[in-house]
Structure formats: structure tokens, C-alpha cells
């Protein structure tokens, strides 16, 4: 069965400070990877994704991630921390094939402290 | 701009009043989702139309009903709404069958049930 795995429910940082989210999935297969971001009463927004090829991905507002295949673990960062990154953060799994069933994680609150 | 719309963003309901909840995309997705978010929680999904089947997710309560007239627009009835369905819910788009598949999400309609 597939599952997604947020260890940490809230985490506080300093502005410019670096930042690390941890994702662990399980899934059967070769799964697709993303991270959503939410602010609060807003919908999610894709921040990016791993489909394939480099695991380590870019995406927007200056984040990454980087698929690690051993360790079932697809880890968000960020050199620097800006204000504005402060959201709820999610990642999700979903099929390689088909319609795109997203199984999220519980998400990881930003909190961003001047 | 292309986009995912729901309306109306914040719904107020009383328990066991019906209420439909609207989404539309013009995005022209084969695909449309709805998903269940509730406080502090992560997104589940309801259930998803490819085209015009009907895919209900295995623990989706039968008070849970969707429809899709159209490709550009879907809805979400809840015949007899409960206490516990206050929520966020989320619409979502994607294109099956695309080199670049990804879910395109609504700003989600937030559902009080008084």
C-alpha cells in the first residue's frame, strides 16, 4: 500500500536560515514524487517534481529536491528562507500511469521568524 | 489565464441541508478530482472522473455524490451533510496521457456545517 511520511508536523526557522523538509514514501512501484505548497484558505500549489532522469530537481520560489531511491526519501530544501515561505507544506506520491491519484502526506507547517 | 475556478470559496450549510459545491477548468483536462481536506490534515481524494467514468475512491461515504456535465465542469453534491464533513475541498485538474502530468489544483471551497 502506499503511504507518505511527513516526520515533522511543525518546524520554525529563522529568516535566511536553510531549510530541510523530510518526505518518506512507500509505494510499489517507481512512483511520481511532488511537493505542494499551501497558505492558509488557499488551494495547493506545485512547487515541483520528479517524474524521472536527475534526482535532484529544481523548482520554483528556490526550492529543490533530491530523490534518493535507497532511502525512499524525497527531502525538500531551501538555502535561504524567505518570510513569504511560510505555509503548510505537502508531499505527495502518485501512479506512473493513469489518472494521477495524488496520496499526500499530513504536511509539515513553515513557520518563518525575522 | 487557465485555471482551475471553485465557487464559492467559503460555504455555510446546515446539517442535513443538501449543498453543491462547483468547480471548472479551463484548462481542458481529461481529468477531474475532488478532494476532502480537513483542518490540519492532508488532502484525501473523494473521487475522480476520467472523461465521463466515474472512479469512487473505496472509503468515500455514499453521502458523497459527483457530476460532471462537461468536461470544463464538475460538482460535488453532499445530500445530507454532517458535523464531520466540515472541510476544505479541493478540485483538482490533470491531463492523462501527457509527457508532463501534474495536478492542477482549485483554491478549494471552505464548507461550514452549522
Known amino acids: 500500500a502506499q503511504s507518505v511520511t511527513q516526520p515533522d508536523i511543525h518546524i520554525t526557522v529563522s529568516e535566511g536560515a536553510s531549510l530541510e523538509l523530510r518526505c518518506n514514501y512507500s509505494y510499489g512501484a517507481t512512483p511520481y514524487l511532488f511537493w505542494y505548497v499551501q497558505s492558509p484558505g488557499q488551494g495547493l500549489q506545485l512547487l515541483l517534481k520528479?517524474?524521472?532522469?536527475?534526482?535532484l530537481v529544481q523548482g520554483i520560489k528556490g526550492f529543490e529536491a533530491e530523490f534518493k531511491r535507497s532511502q525512499s526519501s524525497f527531502n525538500l530544501r531551501k538555502p535561504s528562507v524567505h518570510w513569504s515561505d511560510a505555509a503548510e507544506y505537502f508531499c505527495a506520491v502518485g501512479a506512473r500511469s493513469g489518472a494521477n491519484n495524488l496520496f499526500f502526506g499530513t504536511g509539515t507547517r513553515l513557520t518563518v521568524i525575522p | 489565464d487557465a485555471m482551475v475556478i471553485q465557487n464559492p470559496r467559503y460555504q455555510v450549510t446546515q446539517f442535513g441541508k443538501p449543498v453543491t459545491l462547483s468547480c471548472s477548468q479551463t484548462l481542458n483536462h481529461n481529468v477531474m478530482y475532488w478532494y476532502q481536506q480537513k483542518s490540519s490534515q492532508a488532502p484525501k481524494l473523494l473521487f475522480h472522473?476520467?472523461?465521463?467514468?466515474?472512479?469512487n475512491e473505496a472509503d468515500t461515504p455514499d453521502n458523497f455524490q459527483s457530476r460532471r456535465p462537461n468536461t470544463s465542469f464538475c460538482f460535488l453534491d453532499i445530500r445530507s451533510p454532517g458535523l464531520g464533513d466540515a472541510a476544505m475541498y479541493l478540485c483538482?485538474?490533470?491531463?492523462?496521457?501527457?509527457?508532463?502530468?501534474?495536478?492542477?489544483f482549485g483554491s478549494g471551497t471552505q464548507l461550514s456545517v452549522l
Open positions: 520528479y517524474f524521472s532522469g536527475d534526482t
Open positions: 472522473y476520467y472523461d465521463k467514468d466515474f472512479n
Open positions: 483538482a485538474t490533470s491531463r492523462v496521457g501527457s509527457t508532463n502530468e501534474k495536478l492542477f
